[in-house]
């Protein structure tokens, strides 16, 4: 018969065995917990995906997510009307900024027959002079305003939108393009609504950080629309951009 001190004994050194499995479960929820939290939010991209972080970020403040079915479609272009959308939700203008856009822009919305859910991303960045009516007409002429574009031609291209978010992020155009190590550098165009050379544009951008310098493979490919990938990871830096910003203003 077990005396009362062996009984003790084999309590505490049991109690000390339950705790240690306890521990070591703890332990190994806590290795393995992240793989599974982490998994992708969109069917479509896996945790080793290149552009997971910007994607689940981007998604995750509510700039630019993903579709009804649950996917992200990381390789479908970004339309000419997301663009003023993704910008708008970037932004977060007040209820009064966008009345002032639309009572100032509406008319521009009403004429190039600008589809509801993408009139206030236009007509606000028409306001904040991030587009120019001039550019819409471009854009009317060429077919990529358009809610439903098919083919490459009905997409904005990379340079025009390296414009228009140098112009979201209030950057000052630079004439030195010596950080842009692109191969095709000669083919980069002008600006629709002015003589500067997107060049001009791209090079604060680059320093920024916000765009790449050396593009893919070395090629900007400037006439080549945008991928959704490729820009949640520009609208990721352009988010850390500004928030840093609104840091050193407040200091």
């Known amino acids: 018969m077990l005396r009362l001190f062996d009984i003790i004994i084999i309590y505490v050194y049991g109690g000390m065995i339950m705790k240690r499995v306890l521990i070591f479960g703890l332990v190994f929820c806590i290795l393995f917990l992240p793989i599974v939290t982490m998994a992708a939010s969109f069917s479509d991209v896996n945790y080793y995906h290149w552009a997971y972080d910007n994607i689940e970020k981007t998604s995750d403040v509510g700039v630019f997510g993903g579709y009804e079915d649950g996917t992200f479609q990381p390789e479908k272009y970004v339309s000419f009307l997301e663009i003023f959308s993704i910008i708008q939700r970037m932004s977060n203008p007040s209820s009064e900024d966008l009345q002032r856009a639309n009572s100032l822009y509406g008319d521009v919305s009403n004429q190039y027959n600008i589809s509801q859910w993408a009139r206030s991303g236009i007509e606000y960045s028409l306001y ?20 439903v574009p098919v083919g490459d031609s009905d997409f904005p291209s990379r340079e025009q939108i390296a414009v228009f978010f140098g112009r979201f992020l209030e950057v000052a155009p630079d004439f030195d393009h010596s950080g842009l190590e692109y191969d095709d550098i000669d083919t980069i165009g002008n600006a629709i609504a002015n003589d500067l050379s997107v060049s001009d544009y791209l090079s604060p951008l680059v320093d920024l950080g916000i765009f790449e310098g050396q593009g893919s493979e070395g090629l900007f490919e400037p006439t080549r629309p945008f991928r959704r990938a490729e820009m949640a990871k520009i609208v990721d830096s352009s988010l850390d951009y500004l928030s840093e910003n609104d840091e050193e203003n407040l200091e």
């Open 128 to 147: 904040k002079n991030i587009l120019y009516e001039s550019e819409i007409k471009a854009a009317s002429e060429s077919g990529i305003l358009t809610d």
